[in-house]
């Protein structure tokens, strides 16, 4: 570890990232496949690592491939707990932000962690990938990487996706590789546009789902896959897609395909799961477009209100409702207009913030699809 330091708090900080690191490093060789020697040297001063969201494990495998101490942005959803608040703030100084919500005090503290000579990661996605692929970071990002005013760093991590796809339970072995894709000090980025800084990071994060995950992986089940699938491309129903073995059926036709275990859709137009994803959007688009009075719900949701402590608050339980006009649970109704933005957890929980900074939590017992909502609000809010 390069960063040297005489306060004793810090310093034991130091020491305790540095031992957690080597103890991790065996179960990181033997799962991820990663190696010492693959070691990424940051910039000698504090900078903003950006990297793409692939799985859960991402923070550990980031970890493990830069040579310095890192402070994570990480979702106020794993903050919740009192361990858990203590191990990622007080000891791994995360700095929490807060999912379908604008966070300006996050920005505060990472320009803060940065002029007190942390190094801090960023997932600019926002959230991980369900289907393999980097979604494009919004184009926000641009001006926040300008107003910051440090060295950025850019690192793409490949091969993660295959080892616990977001919609899965089963972690597997893989090869994961992180490799440094860019440097931009403070005077390049001040002059580029933010539109240039986003396509260019675009650019460099940017990875693809595999037509085939390689056999070297276990052969995985396709249970959970309704989570990222939603929409039937036979019949067009939506949240009737179901998978289990090596099968994936469709609950509204019978329709079935077959699933490798290997991230190979078989016995249909798609190959993988990014390609059955992209065409989802698109549909959603043309049944918006196509139908004044859609309509999608699910029976037994639950709406949280999530206050400035992380705590949920159940408000209600009842049918969750998505229209052109509005979302409701139960008697709460939400105007789309007074919806800021929305965001998922986990693998489909429901996040949304409204105008007035109200945050709130959707979360339905079976056979739900947060990303589908996300999709339709998204798709609503272009219009």
Request: aromatic fraction near 10%.
């Amino acid at each position: 570890m390069k960063m040297k330091t005489n306060d004793k708090k810090e310093r034991k900080y130091f020491e305790l990232y540095h031992a957690l690191k080597v103890a991790a490093g065996p179960v990181c060789h033997y799962l991820f496949g990663m190696k010492k020697e693959d070691e990424i040297s940051l910039p000698k001063e504090p900078c903003l690592v950006v990297v793409n969201h692939t799985c859960y494990f991402d923070p550990m495998i980031v970890a493990m491939s830069v040579d310095q101490p890192l402070c994570y942005v990480t979702g106020e959803n794993l903050l919740r707990h009192r361990l858990a608040n203590f191990l990622a703030v007080d000891v791994f100084r995360s700095i929490p932000c807060s999912k379908g919500k604008m966070n300006a005090g996050t920005i505060l503290e990472i320009s803060r962690s940065l002029k007190t000579g942390h190094y801090v990661c960023m997932f600019a996605e926002g959230n991980i990938t369900y289907d393999g692929t980097t979604a494009p970071l919004a184009p926000v990002n641009g001006k926040l990487f300008r107003a910051l005013q440090c060295t950025v760093v850019t690192v793409s991590v490949t091969g993660a996706y295959e080892i616990v796809p977001r919609w899965s339970s089963r972690l597997c072995r893989g090869n994961v590789s992180a490799q440094l894709k860019g440097v931009y000090t403070k005077e390049m980025l001040h002059n580029m546009t933010p539109e240039e800084i986003v396509a260019r990071f675009n650019q460099d994060l940017y990875v693809e789902q595999p037509d085939s995950i390689t056999e070297k992986a276990c052969h995985r089940s396709a249970k959970g896959i309704h989570y990222v699938l939603y929409a039937c491309p036979e019949c067009g129903a939506l949240g009737k897609i179901r998978g289990k073995g090596n099968k994936i059926c469709c609950h509204g036709c019978g329709k079935t395909w077959g699933y490798n275990g290997f991230g190979k859709i078989e016995g249909g137009r798609f190959r993988t799961i990014w390609q059955w994803n992209r065409w989802q959007v698109e549909f959603v688009k043309k049944l918006v477009e196509d139908n004044v009075n859609f309509k999608i719900s699910n029976l037994n949701a639950r709406l949280f209100r999530i206050a400035d402590d992380h705590k949920r608050h159940l408000c209600v339980s009842g049918t969750l409702i998505l229209n052109r006009a509005k979302l409701s649970v139960g008697e709460y109704v939400f105007p789309l207009k007074k919806i800021s933005r929305m965001d998922t957890r986990n693998k489909g929980v429901l996040l949304f913030s409204t105008n007035n900074e109200d945050y709130y939590e959707i979360s339905v017992r079976k056979g739900f699809s947060g990303l589908m909502y996300k999709t339709f609000f998204e798709t609503l809010e272009k219009r």
